[in-house]
Antibody, heavy 121, light 111 residues
Framework: QVQLVQSGAEVKKPGASVKVSCKASGYTFISYGINWVRQAPGQGLEWMGWINAYNGNTNYAQKLQGRVTMTTDTSTSTAYMELRSLRSDDTAVYYC??????????????WGQGTLVTVSS | QSALTQPPSASGSPGQSVTISCTGTSSDVGGYNYVSWYQQHPGKAPKLMIYEVTKRPSGVPDRFSGSKSGNTASLTVSGLQAEDEADFYCSSYAGSNNFVVFGGGTKLTVL
């Protein structure tokens, strides 16, 4: 069965960076894309970006351009999301979600369990 | 402020039907047939309920259906059950500048 297992909760200080991992199993990793979606406490979902696991192409949300980097390690079927220059409003649960290798067909059929990132001094 | 507009809340009694709207623009909902809907129970990850406007993933009950007219997409839940109580989010492809946008979410209450 398809599973996306994310790394554990993180606490970071403002200005620091965080890197969240998402290990996929149960399907051919390079045949699908990985999206990252975050949810601030009590708030809605926010799409952060997408990586094509086949060729590494990425698309990021405009508001995060320059602060976020998404990568994959195909040898371990793991996707990574790094967010830099953290601010308090980056405090959120971060989800990875499987999509297609075509961002235009924008639906996410399997989700990780979520990783809470808390930014606090 | 979310790119897509959803009502904050909706409700219905068991067995009834309820429809949740999702209004965007011609640059997202109206421009592409790539609207999807997600159900999220408290403390859980979202679950895909509808994709490409009307399609249901395997395992999703046919009580859930999707539609679109112009810039507004809709999710209808028929034969409401207690376990349907959750937050629902719509999303849409929004072109090569914004890519993917979500609605603000609708809290569905089963009375």
């Amino acid at each position: 069965q398809v599973q996306l297992v994310q790394s554990g909760a993180e606490v970071k200080k403002p200005g620091a960076s965080v890197k969240v991992s998402c290990k996929a199993s149960g399907y051919t990793f390079i045949s699908y894309g990985i999206n990252w979606v975050r949810q601030a406490p009590g708030q809605g979902l926010e799409w952060m970006g997408w990586i094509n696991a086949y060729n590494g192409n990425t698309n990021y949300a405009q508001k995060l351009q320059g602060r976020v980097t998404m990568t994959t390690d195909t040898s371990t079927s793991t996707a990574y999301m790094e967010l830099r220059s953290l601010r308090s409003d980056d405090t959120a649960v971060y989800y990875c979600a499987r999509g297609l290798n075509d961002i235009a067909v924008a639906f996410f059929d399997y989700w990780g369990q979520g990783t809470l990132v808390t930014v606090s001094s | 402020q979310s790119a897509l507009t959803q009502p904050p809340s909706a409700s219905g009694s068991p067995g009834q039907s309820v429809t949740i709207s999702c209004t965007g623009t011609s640059s997202d909902v109206g421009g592409y047939n790539y609207v999807s809907w997600y159900q999220q129970h408290p403390g859980k990850a979202p679950k895909l309920m509808i994709y490409e406007v009307t399609k249901r993933p395997s395992g999703v009950p046919d009580r859930f259906s999707g539609s679109k007219s112009g810039n507004t997409a809709s999710l209808t839940v028929s034969g409401l059950q207690a376990e349907d109580e959750a937050d629902f989010y719509c999303s849409s492809y929004a072109g090569s500048n914004n890519f993917v946008v979500f609605g603000g979410g609708t809290k569905l209450t089963v009375l």
